[in-house]
Each structure stands twice: as structure tokens, then as C-alpha cells.
Nanobody, 116 residues
Framework: QVQLVESGGGLVQAGGSLRLSCAAS????????MGWFRQAPGKEREFVGS????????YYADSVKGRFTITRDNAKKTVYLQMNSLKPEDTAVYYC?????????WGQGTQVTVSS
């Protein structure tokens, strides 16, 4: 059983920055690839990026590449999403995700709103 809790969302002006956190339970956190997804109103949930268990590799959607950075602290069982140069189109609920033994786990999400 894995529990994920996101935090750090809020309202920010275009061009600003936010850092989201996702705190996880589970003894094998350092083995989990962790992902970030987002869902804007009226749209499907989309992949933002991911980071491997060791933190050695990261992957990003083209829409956020160069602006967003994913890191993790395995001692704290936490993964971060640093978002810079935010745009109004980044407005969405952001979720962290992991898959363990074929089962997807999601947090409750945190709202990010970028005003123009």
C-alpha cells in the first residue's frame, strides 16, 4: 500500500515559479519511479514528467521541458516538481503517481493556477 500526498499548489502570475511536493509512504520508496501528471478543466490527465528511483534519470513532456524540473529526496520519501516560467496554460490540478506491482497509486492532487 502506497499513499501519496501533494502540496505546494497555489495562485501565481505568469512567469512566476512554484515548487510542488509529493510525500510518499512505503518502505521501498527509493525503488519507485515517480511521475507527475496534470489535468486541466475539460481535458484529460496528461503526463508532465517522471524520475527514476535513484533520481538518475528524468523525463519530461515537451510542453514543460526546460521549465520544469523533477527531483527527489529518498531519505524524506518526497519528490518535487519545480516549475519555472509558468504560463496560463499550466493551470491544472497536479498529481503525483507511482506504479507498484502493476497497481497505480495517485495523490489527491494540488491546484495550480497561473494568471495572465
Amino acid at each position: 500500500q502506497v499513499q501519496l500526498v501533494e502540496s505546494g499548489g497555489g495562485l501565481v502570475q505568469a512567469g512566476g515559479s512554484l515548487r510542488l511536493s509529493c510525500a510518499a509512504s512505503g518502505r521501498a520508496f527509493s525503488r519507485y519511479t515517480m511521475g507527475w501528471f496534470r489535468q486541466a478543466p475539460g481535458k484529460e490527465r496528461e503526463f508532465v514528467g517522471s524520475i527514476t528511483g535513484s533520481g538518475g534519470s528524468t523525463y519530461y513532456a515537451d510542453s514543460v521541458k526546460g521549465r520544469f524540473t523533477i527531483t527527489r529526496d529518498n531519505a524524506k520519501k518526497t519528490v518535487y516538481l519545480q516549475m519555472n516560467s509558468l504560463k496560463p496554460e499550466d493551470t491544472a490540478v497536479y498529481y503525483c503517481n507511482t506504479k507498484v506491482v502493476g497497481r497505480d497509486y495517485w495523490g489527491q492532487g494540488t491546484q495550480v493556477t497561473v494568471s495572465s
